[in-house]
Structures are given as C-alpha cells and as structure tokens.
C-alpha cells in the first residue's frame, strides 16, 4: 500500500532546485510520485514499502538541501 510523506525542505531556490531534487528522488525505488512546490519549499513523495522515509531523507540532503524536522 502506498502511503505520501510530505518534507519542508530548506535551500531550494529555484526550478533547477526543484527539478534536481524532483528527478532525483524520483529514480529511487518504490517511489511512486514526487511533487515539489518551490514557493513553499515542500517536496510530496508517494512512495511504496520499497522506499523509506530515510532514503528519501537522505537523496535529499545528498543532494545539498535540508531537510526541516
């Protein structure tokens, strides 16, 4: 079953930010959707049991992005 985090993420500043951290956490397994809206710094993952919360935590702060608790 499928289940839609949603993640304040801090440093993204523009549609190249929102596109990278899109694409990125897009090709990691199990995940289903990505939708980022950059005004509000917020990225909206649906993911299977396949994905984890901590690797879309960490695709994210790899990718030099914060990701607020």
């Given amino acids: 079953m499928a289940s839609t985090v949603t993640y304040q993420v801090a440093g993204?500043?523009?549609g190249g930010c929102a596109?990278?951290?899109k694409n990125n956490v897009s090709s990691l397994n199990?995940?289903?959707n990505v939708n980022v809206d950059l005004s509000s710094g917020t990225v909206e993952v649906t993911f299977g049991t396949e994905a984890s919360n901590n690797l879309v935590t960490s695709k994210i702060e790899e990718l030099g992005y914060s990701v607020v608790k």
Wanted: contains cysteine; charged residues 20%.
């Fill in 19 to 21: 596109n990278k951290v």
């Fill in 12 to 14: 993204m500043s523009c």
């Fill in 30 to 32: 199990g995940v289903e």
